[in-house]
């Protein structure tokens, strides 16, 4: 049996180690994408919906949800007519904003490097 200790650290290739876990939510493109859009402030679902577009309702909200678990994220609920819903990305959020601005950096730094590789891949070359 795992423990919680042995399943939170460890050999990172190893299919039993929780750091793959956290590595596989962080590497999903809506998470990257609802972070990064979270690092300027608390935004309504659809506010996130539409500055991420092309994202499916049921799809964002699983991300959230799953980001709400793993304590990225607050969400706060207003009553009001209809309810308001508020997504602020929690202290340990904030902190994946600087790994993942450099990312999406090196992305923009070479994506026409990438393009150009593909293309050629893609010719046979």
Known sequence: MVTNEQYA???????????RVVLDRIGDKWTALAVLLLQHGPLRFTELRDGIGSVAPKVLTQTLRRLERDGLVTREVFAEVPPRVVYTLTPMGSSLIKPLTAVSEWAEEHIVAINHAQAEYDAGV
């Open 9 to 19: 650290r460890g050999d990172l290739f190893n299919p039993q180690c929780g750091t």
